[in-house]
């Protein structure tokens, strides 16, 4: 775009100002942690508007992990598109407005995507809500507390529906949603335990926030300082990170425990096969639950007797592979691991 | 034990039959498939009864991939003792008695070990339920379909909580429980795709069970076949295996489906780390939910309005982490995996 070919003529510098959008581009999906150019910053020509659309100052980008994700591929959402503008929230302030909804002055939370102006308009891709101007609080919490993060660890909590005395751990504990899932179950009654990686945040979130403790990870004993925070053990574990901190969680979880996979940061910039199972589990909003039949022992009578009829009726049908003799049985376990067997294994001794 | 220090003098063969109980004891807890020498047949001398004891002769035993895992360590159930008789499900008959509940005749399933006799008494150790005779039904299917497989198909797909016209996967299908949870599945009216290890195992489950279609995982294709016979995708995983299969059918699951954790037998014979986690949701009856929050928009207001609240009163509160200049906005995104930052990360525009 030449200064020449400008039809307007007067206050070019002003006019310059409001017709540049700088953006970040997404020109290649990042290896590992984002490269110097996985992210270009461009300079687009702001569009004219159309009838109902109005344009937005882009005041605060809210940075979060999942943005890692949305350029990696599909997930929950589609990845973001090789040369598109990097999608994300963000706040911003309408500076000229022809849509009847939105005037001068109103502020909204949205994808404002990476961008110095966002277009406001009614496409489905781009919903923006209008936030009101709270005393004393800062634009910023429509981003954090009151936006995206607030609102994850709202609903998260939500679904891990915590009880009076029971033990939640959260991991990334000092980070955005995990500082605010913690001191929810510090409202619902909790003990709380957080996991973060430096003393400065383990400090924050117990001193600041009221958690009843906090463990290192980068401290060489933190498995051992987790398993003596959590003297009951663990009835929910928040997870944002997955990977090696959220075994160790597990392997203190008590039985019937529920686990809220929220993040699984730690896999975000690595491929790791082991976390990869749980991410389609989080990305597909999965329920996996695991159990074991002895739990259901007093139940066992009115199963069978429902059994017994499917089987009378011809609704069940079964096989049975039978080995003869005691001293088969190390061959007859082995069957199961090679695909021996048919329907039912049994030894008659 | 010599002949000549026998108390009875008469009848030493019929004696000898009766005295001495073969046992099959967990020598060395086995690497991978059994190997020679992990379970060792032993014979050992029947006990003197004792009062409120009685005697069984185990006619059958139920083989279980779950024994291998009694086998490697604790888990559910405490290990296995190397020396011990190996645990096992069995069906028995009591040739003699000095308990009330028990006489003569009487058929009992239960642990019985892997061994000729058990005692059957009142130790909590061992419980023992009574099985009638039922015309034209083998012994048998009390180990498996009106035993412990049974069961496990019925609890488990009782969590599943099918609906009609929903898509249900069973891997291991041809198994003593996934044969039977995928006839369940049936009964309930699902689409019901068997995952098995051969043509022949696939045929029994379609052609036989009734299964609506079955795909051989040892086909190079599988994957493909597996999409192609779930065209409305996969609304419960009954899971009975884990690893390479489990992950092909995560990726076909519908957003919001279920997994049930049955067992996942691929792993029990290896070292594998990407199973290791899940094996832990399966022993702790664990419940992992993924979620997205986008799924609660509806619900986003009735949330900030709550969090507000916290904010206002000091229940709730929070740190943000400032980067000015959108052009710093690809060093902020790599600072949330480095851990530069404490609570809400922003750009400042």
Redesign the interface.
């Known amino acids: 775009m030449s200064e020449g070919s400008h039809p307007h003529g007067l206050a070019t510098a002003e006019l310059k100002m409001t017709t540049v959008n700088?953006q970040?581009i997404l020109q290649s999906r990042p290896k590992g942690?984002?490269a110097?150019g996985?992210?270009q910053?461009k300079e687009a020509r702001l569009p004219e508007l159309k009838d109902r659309q109005a344009l937005a100052r882009?005041?605060?980008?809210?940075?979060?992990?999942t943005?890692?994700v949305w350029m990696a591929g599909d997930s929950?959402?589609p990845a973001v598109a090789i040369g598109e503008v990097?999608r994300?929230f963000?706040f911003a302030e309408i500076v000229e407005s022809r849509h009847p909804d939105y005037k001068k002055v109103d502020r909204v939370t949205g994808l404002t995507g990476?961008?110095?102006y966002v277009v406001v308009d009614s496409s489905v891709k781009q919903s923006f809500?209008k936030v009101p101007k709270?005393p004393f609080?800062?634009d910023?919490?429509f981003?954090?507390?009151?936006g995206?993060?607030?609102?994850?660890a709202?609903?998260?909590m939500e679904?891990a529906q915590p009880k009076k005395g029971e033990t939640l751990v959260v991991s990334a504990a000092?980070?955005?949603t995990g500082?605010?899932a913690g001191?929810?179950g510090k409202?619902r009654g909790c003990r709380v335990v957080g996991i973060?990686?430096?003393d400065?945040?383990c400090n924050?979130i117990r001193k600041?926030?009221g958690f009843d403790a906090a463990v290192n990870y980068k401290h060489t004993d933190w498995k051992a300082k987790l398993a003596a925070a959590v003297p009951n053990g663990i009835d929910i574990d928040f997870e944002n990170v997955g990977g090696e901190i959220?075994?160790a969680v597990?392997?203190l979880?008590?039985?019937?425990?529920?686990?809220?996979?929220?993040g699984l940061?730690s896999g975000?910039?690595k491929e790791d096969?082991?976390l990869?199972?749980?991410g389609?589990?989080?990305?597909?909003?999965?329920?996996?639950?695991?159990?074991?039949?002895?739990?259901?022992a007093p139940?066992?009578m009115e199963?069978?007797t429902?059994?017994?009829q499917?089987?009378m009726f011809g609704?069940?049908?079964?096989?049975?592979t039978?080995?003869e003799g005691?001293?088969r049985?190390?061959d007859?376990?082995?069957?199961?691991?090679?695909?021996g067997?048919?329907?039912?294994?049994?030894?008659?001794?």
Not at 58 to 65: A, F, H
Not at 280 to 296: A, N
Not at 332 to 339: D, P, Q, R, S
């Open positions: 700088r970040l942690m984002l110097p996985d992210l910053l882009v005041k605060y980008l809210s940075i979060d992990p943005m890692r929950y959402l990097m994300a963000g990476l961008q110095d809500q709270i609080v800062s910023t919490v981003l954090g507390t009151l995206i993060n607030g609102l994850t709202y609903f998260g679904i000092a980070g955005a500082s605010i001191q929810i409202i973060a990686g430096t400065e945040k924050w600041e926030l959220m075994n597990l392997d979880m008590n039985l019937h425990g529920r686990v809220i996979l929220c940061i975000y910039t096969p082991s990869a199972s749980f389609t589990v989080l990305v597909k909003r999965l329920r996996v639950e695991g159990f074991i039949i002895l739990d259901y139940r066992f199963a069978a429902q059994l017994g499917w089987k609704k069940i049908k079964d096989h049975e039978i080995v005691l001293e049985v190390p007859a376990i082995n069957m199961l691991f090679t695909g067997n048919t329907g039912k294994l049994i030894v008659k001794v």
